[in-house]
């Protein structure tokens, strides 16, 4: 599914090793064993959150039972790839919870190396006062290839149950003090067969990227910010080399702010994901990511990616760090 890397890591001991990475989609050549990256400090002044501001945005205080219970209920539909019957239940699952709030579908058919697919990005809008627009971002379509078997409880169950816990925080809110926020259900994002042949990924992104670019929407985008794989109980969230620097280090602020450094960016590595389409029209991009599922990542794109495998503290960890990247990103 999701991130696919094409890294480089450099450790050094003396002697300066270089290694490859092996990408998270497979391919046919004999996999190479998988090198943990280099540990690598980032060392930021740190902001206290806020406590006396008048904004309206949500504080980052969120329930990780709650959002637990939403990869439950995601998790219950069984594989949800595209075309099938349960992703269409997820879709109007989704739907469900957004009463009251401002939505846009943008519906294609999408050309898959399998035949065509209906596709349909999600997009839940709350305004704000300012002018500009910061997007939060995660795909909820699972696997085609382990249509069968495959629930994927952090892929993508985590994503989708982040982004409903925050429309719930946004929702009733009234106009925002700060940037509008959009919350967007991507579609398509994994492969149907093979990541690397005939752009066989990313279905929604690539369209909605380009859909943007033609409107403008892309040149009022303040941040993209993307989450995927984000409620492993041994969370350890990389350091993205193709997201934007500073919006990069604003994450690891945020997690500073809140006591939760030690769960981010401990190791740097190039993802390919859901936010390459939109950092290619120039719109700033970070993916909140933990690519580490699992020993050698042995529950990646396996039926073993259960809500067992999952932690409530983890997904409160990824919701309130995305919540306070919001406020800074206001304040930037």
């Known amino acids: 599914m999701k991130s696919r890397l094409s890294t480089l890591f450099t450790c050094s001991l003396l002697v300066m090793l270089t290694l490859i990475a092996c990408d998270k989609q497979q391919t046919s050549a004999a996999p190479a064993p998988e090198v943990k990256p280099a540990a690598e400090t980032t060392e930021l002044p740190a902001t206290q959150p806020s406590t006396a501001s008048a ?13 637990m219970q939403y990869v439950k209920e ?59 627009i910061i997007v939060v971002a995660g795909h909820y379509d699972t696997l085609y290839s382990q249509r069968k078997d495959f629930v994927g409880a952090n892929d993508a169950g985590s994503s989708t149950a982040l982004l409903l816990e925050l429309a719930d925080q946004l929702r009733g809110k009234g106009p925002l003090d700060g940037y509008s926020v959009w919350l967007l259900w991507t579609d398509g994002e994994e492969a149907f067969v093979n990541w690397f042949a005939n752009n066989d990924n990313d279905y ?79 719109i700033p991009v970070v993916d909140i990511i933990d690519f580490d599922y699992g020993y050698d990542n042995v529950f990646w794109h396996t039926p073993q990616d259960t809500v067992d495998k999952l932690s409530p503290q983890s997904l409160a960890i990824s919701t309130d760090v995305v919540l306070e990247t919001l406020r800074l990103v206001n304040q930037r």
């Open 55 to 67: 904004s309206n945005l949500p504080k980052p205080d969120v329930s990780g039972e709650r959002v």
């Open 74 to 132: 995601v998790v219950a539909f069984g594989p949800r790839p595209p075309g099938s019957a349960a992703h269409e239940k997820l879709e109007q699952f989704i739907l469900s919870k957004l009463k009251g709030v401002e939505v846009e579908q943008d519906k294609f058919t999408a050309q898959t190396p399998v035949g065509k697919f209906p596709i349909n990005n999600i997009i839940a809008k709350f305004p704000g006062k300012k002018s500009g």
């Open 204 to 282: 929604g992104s690539r369209q909605l990227a380009q859909k943007w670019q033609q409107d403008g929407t892309a040149k009022t985008i303040k941040a993209f910010i993307l989450v995927d794989m984000i409620g492993d109980a041994d969370l350890d969230v990389l350091k993205d080399t193709n997201s934007t620097p500073w919006l990069t280090e604003l994450v690891y602020r945020a997690a500073s702010n809140l006591g939760y450094q030690s769960h981010f960016q401990k190791y740097s590595t190039g993802i390919e994901d859901d936010h390459l389409p939109f950092a290619k029209v120039g």
